[in-house]
T-cell receptor, first 114, second 113 residues
Framework: DSGVTQTPKHLITATGQRVTLRCSPR?????VYWYQQSLDQGLQFLIQ???????AKGNILERFSAQQFPDLHSELNLSSLELGDSALYFC?????????????FGPGTRLTVL | GDSVTQMEGPVTLSEEAFLTINCTYT??????LFWYVQYPGEGLQLLLK?????DKGSNKGFEATYRKETTSFHLEKGSVQVSDSAVYFC????????????FGSGTRLSIRP
């Protein structure tokens, strides 16, 4: 158990809809990272927040957004969903701001868009 | 930009066999290199890392040596177990990738009893 929790575990929705994925980092960790894992794109970094501020951005679509709240939990919002957004979404946390710090991954949220 | 290339899977071995999973990278300067492991139904876990040339990372019987001259970070284990069955990801963080970790495509390893 990494100490990172993600909800929900599974999500099934329709094209055009909007969903919110939630992540609680390990106690004391200030950084939260979001990743997308799909069969065709592999594992891709989406975005990082550190202590409430956006720190780094990867291959995140404009339809996607994220935020980190004062209690350090984070939410990833996916809107205008397309079939290709079906994937496993992972959250990771670390103590420091730099990606060189060891990241601890949650179990993931599996999103299916029908 | 920075990139990681690892051998295609799946790799199937018998228990106690020797394992090598190849990983090569493209990056400017001296990136930090990582191996992550993903067991079925779980998130990724850091397996080992190396931050400078000739460093050897090791953990749970796995080893990988940072080879600057061949831009490689191959993962090895002398005697695999059924419990090592998982997907292994090579990854790097480099100067041009800033705070972003770049993952390889992953190699699925299956160990037969």
């Amino acid at each position: 158990d990494s100490g990172v929790t993600q909800t929900p575990k599974h999500l099934i929705t329709a094209t055009g809809q909007r969903v919110t994925l939630r992540c609680s980092p390990r106690s004391g960790d200030l950084s939260v990272y979001w990743y997308q894992q799909s069969l065709d794109q592999g594992l891709q970094f989406l975005i990082q927040y550190y202590n409430g501020e956006e720190r780094a951005k990867g291959n995140i679509l404009e339809r996607f957004s994220a935020q980190q709240f004062p209690d350090l939990h984070s939410e990833l919002n996916l809107s205008s969903l397309e079939l290709g957004d079906s994937a496993l979404y992972f959250c990771a946390s670390s103590g420091g701001a730099g990606a060189y710090n060891e990241q601890f991954f949650g179990p993931g949220t599996r999103l299916t868009v029908l | 930009g920075d990139s990681v290339t690892q051998m295609e899977g799946p790799v199937t071995l018998s228990e106690e066999a020797f394992l090598t999973i190849n990983c090569t990278y493209t990056a400017t300067g001296y990136p930090s290199l990582f191996w992550y492991v993903q067991y079925p139904g779980e998130g990724l876990q850091l397996l080992l890392k190396a931050t400078k040339a000739d460093d050897k990372g090791s953990n749970k019987g796995f080893e990988a040596t940072y080879r600057k001259e061949t831009t490689s970070f191959h993962l090895e284990k002398g005697s695999v177990q059924v419990s090592d069955s998982a997907v292994y990801f090579c990854a790097l963080i480099g100067y041009s990738s800033a705070s972003k970790i770049i993952f390889g495509s992953g190699t699925r390893l299956s160990i037969r009893p």
